[in-house]
């Protein structure tokens, strides 16, 4: 079922740099703190994590590389201000990918040497810094989590291929029962499953993988209760179902595809024509989602997946595509001629030619059921809102100000989401990776989750060089990959926060979070 939000838009508010739109309802966002590394395109700011009890954030700089400490204080968010304190102590050997704390506990996956794949593993860090142990993990973890309770962290090895090697995918679960010092793991694998049992799931698989190395986890969602983590597979176009307590496989689910030919769906195909033409199109989109978050609504638990898209070097342009010639009529091929599919998707009949045109990504944010049911999508809302927001800036890449260049690929890219419960509504904010902003929705009724506002302090003027550093400390929040959601109960200014990490500006920016 396609589910379409209310796009009831408030004209946006002007300020420089960048904009903010005003609330439709409920909440709104106010930026209070800003911090600015001054490194350009080489993910100074990538994930963020945040330490209620000494109100610290931690930040994966991954051009140091390092875990970056930043402090929160001050009595209130209009006095609030943030600090980088030092840095946690890794080797020059440990480049971190993603870190998460519990319980004054920080945990940091560390990805092992490139040359040789060798697997990773977890480093544990107290408050203070000191390092408390660390445990092996399997093949470059490339995210990690906590449970809820804190009983097990949890990571994404996504086991990308190297020129000499092809490691397994797996992911890692770590037992945290007898404290960090004692960490026992469990590594789980997809080396019992067939790419024939696969693909009648609708798994997307790649010819010629066996599935231990063609599964690539890139990120984990646990559910409140702790018990259950689901795990997105970027590439396969897929989500894992795990038992954390029995560190098993239950299910691995391909996620289908989404019909751009159909009303509420529409995308805008073709970039550098310096107009917004958003129309349905005989393409399908493969969600294949990024980041993803696990919530509950009424006793029921909820996947919303960011669904960004991503190749492996098997896209190709449709003008260049060995496409079924009587697939597309002349205005369609001139239309898509640049759109980026895939060459090893969509040969209904066989014969080698493709006849179903797959693009990567679904421009959009998903609600699904636990076991893997499509609930909702917000079909062209992203497209539709950044246009109405930024006219022909909707679309840009995240390093240049150049217009809608990204219509041709994965459009706005949704990379980063999150959730929070405010008044006793839920509600999920997404980072854009390219065009940048974060998107907020109430998701309370899952089946039809309601855009609230849109916020995007970027600076599109074309005047502005990113490489240098006096336009890089103008151009505002540039690539958003990394979102946290700060209770008002851990909040240091008793209000919800939303710390985001953008890798592309080497940027933190902290939101407090308003209710209406």
């Known amino acids: 079922m396609n589910v379409r939000s209310a796009l009831t838009l408030i004209i946006p508010i002007i300020f420089a740099p960048g904009l903010a739109s005003a609330a439709s309802a409920g909440i709104s966002l106010k930026q209070i703190l800003h911090h600015q590394s001054g490194i350009f395109d080489e993910s100074a700011a990538e994930i963020v994590a945040f330490d209620p009890s000494t109100d610290t954030l931690y930040v994966v700089n991954g051009a140091t590389p390092s875990i970056d400490v930043m402090k929160l204080a001050g009595e209130n968010t209009d006095s609030a201000t943030l600090t980088m304190t030092g840095t946690l102590a890794l080797t020059e050997d440990e480049g971190p990918n993603s870190v998460d704390v519990h319980g004054g506990v920080i945990a940091v996956a560390v990805a092992g040497p490139k040359k040789d794949r060798r697997p990773g593993k977890v480093v544990f860090f107290d408050s203070k810094g000191n390092r408390l142990n660390e445990v092996k993990a399997g093949f470059l973890p490339d995210m990690l989590t906590f449970t809820p309770d804190g009983k097990y962290v949890l990571t994404a090895n996504e086991g990308e291929p190297t020129d000499e090697m092809d490691p397994p995918g797996s992911v890692s679960v770590i037992d945290m029962s007898g404290g960090p010092k004692a960490a026992t793991v469990k590594n789980i694998t997809f080396d019992g499953l067939t790419a024939d049992e696969l693909k009648k799931k609708g798994v997307r698989m790649f010819p010629g ?170 079909g062209d809302d992203f497209e539709q809102i950044t246009a ?22 994965k459009g ?30 109430d998701v309370s009724d899952p089946a039809k989750p309601n855009f609230v506002s849109y916020d995007n302090n970027r600076n599109f003027s074309n005047l502005l060089d990113f490489s240098i550093p006096g336009d890089l400390s103008k151009a505002g929040d540039l690539g958003p990959e990394g979102i946290i959601f700060i209770t008002a109960e851990d909040s240091p200014y008793g209000v919800p926060l939303l710390a985001v990490a953008s890798e592309v500006s080497g940027t933190v920016t902290v939101y407090a979070i308003h209710s209406n």
């Open 209 to 378: 993988k066996s599935p231990d190395v063609d599964l690539e986890p890139e990120y984990i969602a646990v559910a409140p209760d702790g018990k259950t983590a689901f795990v997105a597979l970027q590439e396969a176009n897929a989500l894992a179902i795990v038992d954390i307590p029995g560190a098993t496989l239950k299910d691995v689910i391909g996620l289908g595809t989404k019909d751009y030919s159909q009303a509420g769906n529409g995308i805008d195909a073709k970039s550098k024509d310096g107009k917004v033409n958003i129309k349905p199109v005989p393409v399908v989109g493969m969600y294949m989602p990024d980041a993803i978050a696990a919530f509950d609504i009424a006793g029921e638990t909820y996947v919303i997946s960011a669904n960004e898209g991503d190749a492996r070097d098997e896209d190709e342009r449709v003008k260049k595509a060995n496409i079924d010639p009587d697939l597309l009529s002349d205005d369609e091929k001139t239309l898509l001629e640049r759109l980026k599919i895939s060459t090893i998707d969509g040969d209904a009949d066989g014969d080698g030619d493709i006849d179903v045109l797959h693009s990567y990504g679904a421009r959009s944010v998903s609600i699904w059921g636990s076991s893997g049911t499509l609930i909702s999508d917000t």
């Open 412 to 441: 706005p890219e949704p990379e980063a989401v999150t959730t929070g419960v405010i008044d006793g509504k839920t509600y999920a904010f997404i980072g854009l990776e390219r065009v940048g902003g974060i998107m907020t929705y």
């Open 388 to 409: 109405r927001y930024l006219g022909t800036n909707f679309n840009s890449t995240n390093d240049e100000n150049k217009g809608e260049n990204r219509s041709d690929d």
